[in-house]
């Protein structure tokens, strides 16, 4: 008997080969501009950064054939699709003379450093994986389902064996890299570490959001674990939705619903939440944020006035119309 139909839980970049080469000497370029600036030649600083960021969007642009075919993921196919003209106006700011966007580069570095060495180095990769896969598995188990674990299509132990003849739909899914949580782990460090403050403010944030990630990030695969093959959301006109407009087999619409739609907004509520935590703890990261608000639309923001934020020393940093 051939073996159940199976589902990724999210994209995984690593099977990209020239996307991978492209993230690399974006990632490459970045760290080399900022040790420009550290030797006081921001000017060589800006112009590199600058190419460095436009090679970012190309990175992005890149994916969006996987995200719009085989992810069928709309969410990350707009954002892949909006990055590359956000990216070079980026650049231009740089070349124009924005230095403090020099900032905003150092978090993305960061990010990339966190991230792609995970991404390529083999032990790593695999122990993040199926460490997931095992945690998700040990979550299933606290609500009663207890599948077991094989090799997926990916080579790793983390496919959720599951019994097609009893299940709904017959499918399963299996942990990839992108569903361990690294690459939202990696945006909160690379914040983090590009600010200037004391080691235990930028430890305890980091802690927060690594912890609060890991937690969102059980629930969510657990939840798209069992949506896909207990069949969630099969409901006929999700399955009309998901058949005629995305081309999937009607079997696969809870996954597609489960991860594609709900899991994926929720997330981004999630990362909006995790970063106003973030600052209350460490209210320097507002500082790349603003850059990265004003890349988005043109306008100077002032986040501690709008969110009424403490400084560090526990004085408020907007006044108070009380007496």
């Not at 969510?220 to 959301?233: D, E, M, T």
């Amino acid at each position: 008997m051939s073996s159940p139909p199976v589902s990724v839980l999210s994209a995984a970049v690593g099977s990209f080969g020239a996307t991978d080469a492209l993230a690399w000497v974006a990632i490459g370029a970045f760290v080399l501009a900022l040790l420009l600036q550290w030797q006081s030649r921001e000017a060589a600083a800006r112009y590199l950064a600058a190419g460095a960021w436009v090679v970012f969007g190309v990175f992005w642009l890149t994916m969006v054939p996987y995200y719009y075919g085989e992810a069928q993921s709309p969410i990350q196919t707009v954002l892949s699709l909006a990055a590359l003209p956000l990216c070079a106006y980026t650049g231009y700011l740089l070349l124009q003379g924005r230095t403090s966007l020099l900032l905003l580069t150092k978090a993305v570095a960061i990010m990339g450093i966190i991230y792609l060495p995970v991404e390529t180095i083999p032990f790593a990769r695999t122990w993040l994986i199926e460490t997931t896969a095992a945690q998700t598995h040990y979550g299933m188990e606290l609500l009663g389902h207890s599948p077991g674990l094989n090799e997926g299509a990916n080579g790793y132990e983390s496919r959720f064996d599951f019994d097609p003849d009893e299940t709904v739909t017959g499918r399963t899914t299996y942990i990839v890299l992108a569903c361990t949580g690294i690459g939202s782990m990696a945006i909160f460090g690379g914040l983090i570490a590009a600010v200037k403050a004391p080691l235990r403010r930028k430890a305890t944030a980091f802690a927060l959001a690594i912890g609060v990630i890991w937690f969102l990030n059980l629930i969510r695969n657990v939840f798209i674990g069992l949506a896909s093959p207990f069949g969630w959301f099969q409901y006929d006109p999700l399955i009309y939705i998901t058949t005629t407009y995305m081309g999937s087999p009607a079997d696969r619409t809870s996954f597609l619903v489960a991860h594609n739609f709900v899991a994926q907004s929720l997330s981004i509520v999630a990362l909006v939440g995790i970063t106003y935590l973030v600052i209350r703890i460490l209210p320097e990261v507002m500082e790349p944020l603003e850059e990265a608000l004003f890349v988005l639309t043109g306008t100077e923001y002032d986040l501690a006035d709008a969110l009424g934020k403490p400084d560090p020393a526990g004085e408020q940093l907007t006044h108070s119309n009380d007496d």
